[in-house]
């Protein structure tokens, strides 16, 4: 990080310390120029993603987080400018982490925006500490743009503890030679600093001493819901269709809070890999690094450089660049699809004409189809937990998110009540009989 820049950083930090709070800077767009801006960062243009291999399998007994945009072997795209990462997701952790897969009660209080949030302000001497040196044995997980490593907080002063002792954190530690990024890692802080929502990760503290710039957070036991569904060989057992579907309650529910603010929230990188799951499997959304802020007014959408990946983005923001909260409903529909089906949104490895999730799965979305081949999506490993109607339902949900058209689309408190509809009449009832979608059929 360059002095200047670093200088930059810390006396806007620093200043916001001052006055008991970390301001909330606006995320901008030149809709001439095509480049973003934040008010206390440099005018290079904005980091774009790229694709990266998948992580090697992890030991039983580790966890980690990743760091890129991208995820698996899907490609991530930038249509306007050069391609970088920013510090992004958690990743793989373990069954021997998690409590066995059973469904807990979900938090029912409501999200809230703090104005003057209470973020600590870590000295780098704490979090090296925390972290044991930033050992390699501590490292979560690793990107172009640095490191996560996990570290122990004394749970009430959060000064550096015993490691096995006190509260686990989780500690991004942003690259020293990269530039790239600053701006990512500024509008994590902006957006996670103010936020508050028992469905959003929680951002705990920041250091920017010297050359590091680091973010602190809390610990997600049981990793990502992508190494949940595609990571096989690190868990046990697989989600059940009721623990999916509490996971999509939860990950809609704090989208509807995004969206339904005085100024609304878009994410703009939904997926699997950015929903992190708690002790309990309760969703918690993560990586604010691209979200912005909606359309005021009477301003239909706010006009960006396409930055996303491959499969999960709406249709006609990769064609044009507009950007609304129905793309983050598009998107919430691919992961939908992804949990009912257990398939990737884009697998260059599938069969021919699978590859892409969305495109394989529009044969199903058609009124001459039976209901039998919309069950035929649903993934094996979850046969004799749904009920038809149940199954149905949710198919139907995901396909509505998906729909071409952002105006069919429904807003995400549309999606949470049909979700909580789902939750209260219970997946497991005995009112039909189970379906066996994969069993052989003349229809």
Excluded at 106 to 119: A, D, K, Q, W, Y
Excluded at 297 to 317: C, F, K, L, N, Q
Excluded at 350 to 363: A, Y
Excluded at 375 to 397: F, M, P, W
């Amino acid at each position: 990080m360059s002095g200047g820049l670093r200088t930059s950083v810390k006396g806007y930090l620093i200043a916001q310390r001052v006055t008991g709070a970390l301001e909330i800077n606006t995320v901008h767009e030149n809709e001439n120029e095509n480049e973003t801006s934040i008010n206390v960062a440099s005018n290079s243009t904005a980091a774009d993603s790229v694709d990266h291999p998948p992580p090697l399998p992890v030991p039983e007994t580790s966890a980690s987080y990743g760091l890129n945009i991208c995820d698996g072997n899907i490609p991530c795209f930038s249509m306007l400018s050069s391609a970088a990462e920013c510090m992004a997701s958690y990743g793989t952790t373990t069954g021997a982490e998690c409590p066995p897969h059973a469904v807990p009660s979900t938090p029912r209080t409501e999200g809230e925006i703090l104005l003057f949030p209470t973020l600590k302000t870590f000295s780098f001497s704490e979090l090296k500490r925390s972290t044991r040196q930033f050992r390699f044995d501590n490292m979560l997980g690793e990107g172009s743009f640095g490191c996560v490593f996990k570290g122990w907080v004394n749970g009430n002063s959060l000064t550096a503890a015993k490691p096995g002792t006190g509260m686990v954190i989780a500690v991004k530690r942003l690259n020293r030679q990269s530039l790239l990024g600053h701006k990512e890692w500024m509008t994590e802080i902006n957006y996670l600093g103010r936020l508050r929502h028992p469905n959003l990760v929680k951002l705990i503290g920041y250091c920017t001493e010297d050359d590091d710039g680091l973010l602190v957070y809390e610990f997600m036991p049981c990793g990502s819901l992508n190494n949940h569904l595609f990571r096989r060989g690190s868990y046990s057992q697989s989600l059940s269709w009721t623990l999916r579907m509490k996971i999509a309650f939860g990950a809609a529910k704090v989208l509807a809070f995004l969206h339904s603010g005085e100024v609304k929230v878009i994410h703009r990188n939904i997926k699997s890999s950015k929903i992190l799951l708690d002790s309990t499997y309760n969703a918690k959304l993560c990586s604010f690094c691209l979200a912005k802020d909606g359309p005021e007014g009477d301003r239909s959408h706010i006009s960006t450089r396409v930055m996303g990946t491959s499969g999960h983005a709406a249709p006609e923001y990769v064609a044009t660049g507009h950007l609304t909260a129905k793309c983050d409903v598009y998107a919430f529909g691919v992961v939908m699809l992804e949990m009912l089906s257990g398939k990737r949104a884009m697998d260059k490895n599938s069969p021919t004409g699978e590859s892409n999730l969305v495109e394989w799965s529009q044969w199903t979305n058609s009124d001459i189809v039976s209901k039998h081949k919309v069950l035929q999506i649903i993934d094996a490993r979850v046969e004799g937990q749904y009920s038809v109607a149940t199954a149905l339902k949710a198919a139907d949900l995901a396909f509505r998110c998906l729909s071409t058209d952002p105006k069919l689309r429904p807003n995400m408190n549309d999606v949470v009540k049909v979700l909580e509809e789902l939750q209260e009449s219970g997946d497991m009832s005995h009112n039909e009989p189970r379906h066996n979608p994969h069993a052989s059929s003349s229809n």
